[in-house]
């Protein structure tokens, strides 16, 4: 059974940085794209970055440059650096699976999150 833990989520004041990781099991970590995404209070739930198997990396406009993800096969685990944070980063962050690459689409199933909240 597949089973994807995030943590690393904090209070943070703006301008400050934040690594999260995710912990993959039940899966083999390497033959998978990866994302993170994050739900705000009222508000859908927005792919913030992802990574494909080779590496590649993709990121909206809203974070990137300052959202970096990487991935660690050999641990399973998936990381996003977030630096020069806003409070409108301020959200649950999740780990997934990405189905497809093309359309960026996750597995149904979601884990926990791990809250960022940035705020002075």
């Known amino acids: 059974q597949v089973q994807l833990v995030e943590s690393g989520g904090d209070l943070v004041q703006p301008g400050g940085s934040l690594r999260l990781s995710c912990a993959a099991s039940?899966?083999?970590?390497?033959?998978?794209?990866m994302g993170w995404y994050r739900q705000a209070p009222g508000k859908q739930r927005e792919l913030v970055a992802a990574?494909?198997?080779?590496?590649?990396?993709t990121y909206p406009d809203s974070v990137k440059g300052r959202f970096t993800i990487s991935r660690d096969n050999a641990k399973s685990t998936v990381y996003l650096q977030m630096n020069s944070l806003k409070p409108e980063d301020t959200a649950v962050y999740y780990c997934?699976?990405?189905?497809?690459?093309?359309?960026?689409?996750?597995?149904?199933?979601w884990g926990q999150g791990t809250q960022v909240t940035v705020s002075s």
């Open positions: 039940g899966m083999i970590f390497s033959a998978y794209h």
């Open positions: 997934n699976i990405i189905t497809s690459w093309l359309t960026r689409t996750p597995r149904p199933s």
């Open positions: 990574i494909g198997i080779g590496g590649t990396t």
